[in-house]
């Protein structure tokens, strides 16, 4: 289990108390998001200094602030993503190796 997901794991149940904790590799702060139906909690997970995982109810999000760039990902395909990870793992290390004929394709779900 990666320390993102033993944080996310262990703070499971502080969210709704709007808890914050922080571990040695990554900080976690909890916000009050205001929506019209009600208020929302997300968590926000320092990845690096320039990157941020931020774990709603209903969303998960990757956020790089350098190329102002992110993914919203629903907890179906961030799922679905933590099961493909090792073969993702596999490709970008061929790319950084600079090997031949490197080709990775795989569909999260949805439409």
């Given at each position: 289990?990666?320390?993102?997901?033993?944080?996310?794991?262990?703070?499971?149940?502080?969210?709704?108390?709007?808890?914050?904790?922080?571990?040695?590799t990554?900080?976690?702060?909890?916000?009050?998001?205001?929506?019209?139906?009600?208020?929302?909690?997300?968590?926000?997970?320092?990845?690096?200094?320039?990157?941020?995982?931020?774990?709603?109810?209903?969303?998960?999000?990757?956020?790089?602030?350098?190329?102002?760039?992110?993914?919203?990902?629903?907890?179906?395909?961030?799922?679905?993503?933590?099961?493909?990870?090792?073969?993702?793992?596999?490709?970008?290390?061929?790319?950084?190796?600079?090997?031949?004929?490197?080709?990775?394709?795989?569909?999260?779900?949805g439409?």
């Open positions: 289990m990666s320390t993102i997901d033993a944080s996310i794991n262990d703070n499971c149940d502080s969210v709704g108390n709007a808890a914050t904790t922080s571990s040695a990554t900080k976690t702060t909890t916000t009050s998001v205001a929506a019209t139906a009600g208020t929302t909690e997300a968590m926000t997970f320092s990845l690096s200094a320039q990157r941020q995982l931020i774990v709603g109810r209903n969303s998960i999000v990757v956020r790089d602030e350098t190329t102002r760039k992110f993914v919203n990902l629903s907890p179906q395909r961030w799922a679905k993503l933590r099961e493909v990870r090792n073969d993702v793992d596999v490709a970008v290390e061929r790319l950084l190796k600079k090997d031949e004929n490197v080709f990775y394709r795989r569909h999260l779900g439409t």
